[in-house]
């Protein structure tokens, strides 16, 4: 038997013992009782609470013993255990092609706590598909926001941008008119941001902001070597899909940003993938993530063993169409993209604005788990000397604010949906606890998490 197997099956009779004693059903009200919570908007952890959710929502939060509920209403044991709210992935690829298996993905997401999802460049057509299915689907799936095509230009060198687009998720917008029609075609959607991309020449992307706030849209950019700049903060961006990485920000622009009320989307997992094979966990940890319990009942050790071999591998390829791309300096920057972006990171958080984080990750995939992901990216905040607590709020409150929906889901509040995640420990002391997952609800109700690996053979 190997290690994987046999980590699945002590997991799995874990996890059906929960469910025997009837401790927490999958509908009607539920008191949680005595349990420490993290309400996600960065305040220190509270001790000894009582939680009611009632109709989907978080219907009551008081001190322990301190309301009575009706003795019928199921109760949940909160000794020992943290809860906190459901973590939100801000930055998604999961519909980047025709071929990727996006349930299988959203499952992987789901079951590692994460309920709501925002994808930021993908094939809108298969969005809008997959938007349908997700809408009449008995599954439990996590809340999907979508923001259709990568929306790109054309240089200011006047290249052409990278047509060799293999995944289909990249438009390319060549004039102004191209930029009216693609808008229009978000519009219909219902798309509610938009995300435009590196080769939109400064002018080109000014009109696309415009356009796209004339039609009610955000605009989310990733301008690669010129985020957070003041010259594109100039051109009314919301936010930026990931940290500057290229160079350390200045005083000056991080000041422009804060004024401007520009959010940045923090996807350190990525720089550090991509920069450096000996920091990356699925290089040098395969042990560890053969035990992880969000990876291995999603993975066979075979999977991530040749995952961890091939990394180099593919580390090298994806190098060597940048240096293509950008001159052999790239080898040399892309060593520094980790430490620049830490230290970014934590200077733009430092300075009180507003920093949520994402995945970056196209779905199912050995050599980047979305699940796992989101609770490495808060862990690499706590490495950039982020207190736990603040990561946390970066993956929930944040993120919720982000994609204004903070009305609905983010934090521990009397009144917003019960998207909510338990797990054992204290991640304030340690971020590795929020991957000790006990339950996970969903609009109020309990996820059947051992029913979403089952898919695994599909
Ligand atoms: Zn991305």
Redesign the pocket.
Known sequence: MSINSMTAIVFFSSMSIAFATGEASSTGDMLIENIRIIDGKGNAPVEAQDVLVAKGKIARVADHGEFETAAEVKRVDGEGLTLMPGLIDA?S?IFFSRDADWRRGLKELLYSGITSVNT??GVLEFEMEAKEILANSDEPFPTVSFSGYLQNGISEEGKLPDEVDSTGMILSLKSNQDVVSALDRHQAAGIKMVKAYMQLPLRRLEFFVDEAHKRGMRVVI?SSRAIGTVAINRTGVDGY?HQPWHFPASREEIQDAKQRGIWFLSTLNVFEFMASTERYPLADEVEYLITEPLVSPFYEEEDIRSASSGLHMFIDGVKNTFVQQYGERYNEDADKWFEIGSENTRRLFAAGILVGMGT?TTGHWALRPPGWLLHYEMELWTEADIAPIKAIQAATYNNARILEIDDKTGSISEGLEADLLIVAGDPAANIRDTRNIRYVFLDGKLVDRPSLVSSKSN
């Open positions: 930055h690829h930021v460049g990733d899909a970056d």
